[in-house]
């Protein structure tokens, strides 16, 4: 029995998520994963950096890019709790990710929704906890409101 599954990585970018919630940020919250090992984690940090290109994605690949030693991500999985947006997709198509999973789809702001796209490589898997991760979003903005 496999213990990584989709649902074992996805499990740890909800807990980076949640720790976007108690800072007040966004709760979104992304990992990525090479060999089976998590060499990024982060969340979203637009507030705290007052730059809104800090999404959880953009610091993630930054990241995994450092911890390799390079800037293309074959090979590495990015696991993310929410679709992500036009501008992570671009990152992510740059960065030549092997694959994306998402938890929660954007209807509103997600990469699909506005024609963007990934890498041709790319492969997608989306809806892994999606519940968790699509409430734990509602959560934030039913108390920000």
């Known amino acids: 029995m496999d213990l990584f599954t989709d649902e074992y990585f996805m499990q740890m970018a909800l807990k980076e998520a949640q720790l976007a919630f108690d800072k007040g940020e966004i709760p979104v919250g992304a990992i990525v994963v090479s060999n089976q090992q998590v060499i990024a984690k982060s969340h979203n940090l637009t507030e705290l950096l007052c730059d809104v290109t800090a999404h ?3 610091q993630a ?3 995994a890019a450092n911890y390799i030693g390079g800037k293309y991500l074959k090979d590495c999985t990015l696991f993310v709790t929410l679709e992500p947006c036009q501008m992570c997709a671009g990152a992510l198509y740059w960065s030549q990710i092997s694959r994306v999973v998402f938890g929660a789809s954007d209807e509103k702001r997600g990469f699909r929704s ?3 796209q990934l890498h041709p490589k790319t492969t997608i898997t989306t809806g892994v906890l999606e519940n968790p991760c699509r409430d734990l979003m ?3 903005f039913t108390k920000r409101r």
């Open 56 to 58: 959880a994605e953009i």
């Open 61 to 63: 690949i930054s990241s």
């Open 114 to 116: 506005l024609g963007g």
């Open 138 to 140: 509602l959560s934030f």
